[in-house]
């Protein structure tokens, strides 16, 4: 499981004029792909594959220095790992040391990294530091910048851990998740994770004691629908000029939580509720307007009875707050108005930083599509892609 792997990634070809755009990393079941705008984000260009037949759970630009690549992939021959490129996707190396927990001592039962599942740089301040979360649940710290993985023992070996994720018997589908690993832009001893299941972690020692923070969250599959842990968060975000603000689309119901309210600080109050009731407030993936933090969009999916994991009634629809979730308005224009049955993953809706905001998101059914009005109206950039798992927005410098 050492070194370069790089004849297995076809090299991605960035043309002079990529330079001002906007690129798009692409994680799909069958490979990585980069899809690349012109500068007015009008045409698209699709770049790859790279590793194609193996799955692909994330890829991630480092906004530090604008050119490292990290990409988790589960291969059929290496195992869960992770792959790093210094030069934008041009060549790839295998980690020295992938994410793995620790060998069991012998005539115990140990856990197995099955895949990686999210990839996070670490703070500004830390050039080098990046974390990864697993499946099952564990939480792993680079500081060589991707080439090396430990274990982050305050969490992976915490006393609570097993009962926090509900041991080894979790339902959840393609395996149990550690996601959302955020850390504070002000502060990098201050961190928050997300687990399905398992709930909203936060640590304020860079991950050496963790506590729930949970208060207000529902989980109406427990006979206690509101108990300290074992909620199911999809997708957590931070608002990256107010910290203090978070959003949370859980399994059951989209939340908002203020730390600066003197009331409501360490409380999600449910803001779906104000969603249309055919709808519902049930989805993964949540994106935050990068300059305004009452602004996010969601992606809701069927979240009745049977839990298709399909647009509510074949038509599917953004919809944004402006305003924290007092009001939500549907954005549906350019999309399928009828038997279009996909959704949208928790990792696979993105945005840009631009003015007005880019919005992206990638569907089940191996389509990319693309708003450069803040989702005023759609267009599909790609098509007949693998069935997508995440999507990340980056510009490209000049």
Known sequence: ??????????????????????????????????????????????????????????????????????????????????????????????????????????????????????????????????????????????????????????????????????????????????????????????????????????STDQGADWKPLNAGSRADFFPDPLPEFGQDPHCVRIHPLNPDILYQQNHCGIYRMDRSSPQDGNRWIRIGEKMPKAIGDIGFPMVLHPRDPNTCWVFPMDGTQVWPRTSPGGKPAAYVTRNGGKKWQRLDNGLPAEQAWFTVFRQAMTADARDPVGIYFGTTCGEIWGSASEGEKWSCIARHLPHVYAVEAVELAG
Request: aromatic share 8%; glycine share 12%; proline share 8%.
């Open 1 to 202: 499981m050492k070194n370069a792997v790089k004849k297995k990634a076809a090299p991605i070809k960035l043309a002079k004029s990529a330079s001002g755009s906007v690129a798009l990393l692409v994680a799909t079941k069958k490979g990585g792909f980069i899809l690349v705008s012109d500068p007015k984000r009008r045409q698209w260009e699709t770049r790859g594959p790279i590793f194609l037949g193996n799955i692909v759970h994330h890829m991630m630009l480092d906004p530090r220095d604008g050119r490292t690549l990290l990409l988790a992939a589960k291969t059929g021959h290496l195992g869960p790992t992770v792959f790093r490129s210094t030069n934008f996707g041009k060549t790839w190396k295998e980690a020295a040391k992938p994410p793995a927990f620790p060998k069991a001592p012998e005539g115990e039962k140990g856990m197995t990294v099955d895949h990686v599942f999210w990839l996070t740089p670490g703070h500004a301040s830390e050039p080098n530091v990046w974390y990864a979360g697993t499946s099952p649940q564990g939480l792993f710290r680079s500081e060589d910048g991707g080439e090396t993985w430990e274990s982050v023992s305050g969490f992976n070996d915490h006393p609570m851990r097993m009962t926090w994720i509900g041991g080894l018997g979790d339902g959840t589908p393609d395996g149990p998740k550690m996601h959302s690993i955020i850390v504070d832009p002000r502060d990098p001893n201050h961190m928050y994770l997300g687990m399905s299941g398992g709930g909203v972690f936060e």
